[in-house]
């Protein structure tokens, strides 16, 4: 992390740059190691610890994000692969997920919720209406 190069700070395409920074991200999958590097730029002061911090959350919220999608509709297993199919569940399941989130009718995991709303159409019916 550094501060903004004055070249870069000067030529205004960037509103309030004042930082540019790296990252490397490692990870491992079935024993074999890789390494990526990820560069990013902000408008806050060159401050490591604090961006990390920042990034670091970043990550995490998309890692639960998938790790809740792929344990509550299995979307890592999904078959969908012709044109637009991928994309539009993908959809669907996120709005089916924040719809389960948001719901406090019932006290229940958010996979159980939804295999209750499957069993149950007053249950789905008060899910999709937030009827409570």
Not at 48 to 53: D, E, I, M, T
Not at 89 to 101: D, I, P, Q
Request: charged share 25%.
């Amino acid at each position: 992390m550094i501060a903004a190069p004055k070249e870069l700070r000067e030529q205004g395409q960037w509103q309030d740059l004042q930082s540019v920074g790296m990252i490397v991200r490692t990870r491992e999958v079935k024993g074999q190691g890789s390494e990526e590097a990820a560069f990013f730029i902000s408008s806050l002061p060159p401050q490591v610890k604090r961006l990390a911090g920042y990034v670091r959350g970043h990550w995490s919220i998309k890692n639960s994000l998938h790790w809740s999608l792929d344990v509550i509709f299995s979307e890592d297993q999904s078959r969908l692969r012709k044109e637009n199919g991928p994309e539009i569940a993908a959809v669907f399941r996120r709005l089916a997920l924040s719809l389960l989130k948001r719901d406090t009718s019932l006290k229940s995991s958010l996979r159980g919720k939804r295999l209750q709303a499957g069993w149950n159409n007053e249950i789905l019916e008060n899910i999709l209406c937030q009827n409570h």
